[in-house]
């Protein structure tokens, strides 16, 4: 099956949601918890093998399943989250790596009008799980900001996490330990 890359919807305009949508076919059994604020926020897809557990002060805003990519987002204080996963027919074979992913989707978003800025990139391991990571500032559509993305692969499967910030430079140090608090929350088991 073919897949496309969309620009996703942002309800509040910023620059994460346009950065990054990937989408192929099917559907995916969704086991959603979401505790109240203090109790912090529990989420599970057993069909996908992925869990996150999150402290208080975290909240879900969205979730939106397209195909066979599911997209569930979070934030804390100003910085805004995106978690991504789906299975792509034949990825496993074609020998795609996170890397890969990450310069197809820059490919086909940076545009014409993008002054998108590497800041950092590398390998990166996650709940066990090889990937690669980038932090990009700068300029994209009609946002400005920073944005740190990280794409994981693991046979057909692959797992996106998103950090954004908009109007601002870089992250700060509570945005720092957002991050962390998410990506430590992350289990895969695929």
């Not at 890397?99 to 545009?111: K, R, T």
């Not at 014409?112 to 090889?130: D, F, N, Q, R, Y």
Request: proline share 2%; glycine share 12%; net charge negative.
């Amino acid at each position: 099956r073919p897949l496309y890359f969309r620009r996703s919807q942002n309800l509040n305009g910023g620059m994460m949601k346009k950065l990054i949508g990937i989408a192929s076919a099917g559907s995916l059994a969704i086991a959603l918890m979401a505790c109240g604020k203090s109790k912090g926020i529990e989420y599970e897809d057993s069909s996908f093998g992925i869990s996150l557990k999150l402290p208080g002060g975290w909240k879900q805003v969205s979730k939106e399943i397209e195909e066979e990519m599911v997209t569930v987002d979070f934030e804390k204080g100003d910085l805004d989250v995106s978690l991504m996963y789906g299975g792509f027919q034949g990825m496993e074979e074609l020998g795609l790596t996170g890397e890969d992913w990450m310069d197809m989707m820059m490919e086909s978003f940076a545009g014409e009008g993008a002054t998108l800025e590497p800041v950092h990139e590398g390998s990166v391991v996650i709940a066990g799980i090889k990937g690669y990571e980038k932090t990009l500032k700068g300029k994209f559509e009609d946002s400005e900001g920073i944005a740190r993305i990280i794409m994981l692969t693991e046979g057909d499967k692959i797992t996106v996490v998103i950090f954004a910030r908009d109007n601002e430079k870089e992250f700060s140090s509570s945005d720092k330990k957002a991050m962390d608090e998410f990506i430590s929350g992350l289990s895969l088991n695929l």
